[in-house]
């Protein structure tokens, strides 16, 4: 069965998506978006992204790792802009949902 992705001036109410799975919300040739939900104690690998990414945590507490620097803690209502292929891993530090934009 193919993925309900949200159609152009279709309103997606993010707080009522599933708490226990990410869910994929519209694809097109320029951009991604993702409703990203990372559980506490659970982290995802360090990995690349083809296009620059934003990251909104709207709920809970994530850590993201980045090769060579420090890393960057972000609480509900923060937003994180990063470059097309920068590596970074994402730890959960808290059950959190987040907003992934991916701009090809």
Known sequence: MALHHAKPGEAVHLASL?????TALVKTDQFEAIHLVVRGGTTLSPHKVAGQFTLHCLTGKVRLSLPGADSILLNAGDWLY????KEHGVEGLEDA?????ILF
């Open 97 to 101: 949902t987040l907003l992934l934009t």
């Open 82 to 85: 990063l470059e097309r292929a």
């Open 18 to 22: 599933p708490a226990e799975r990410s």
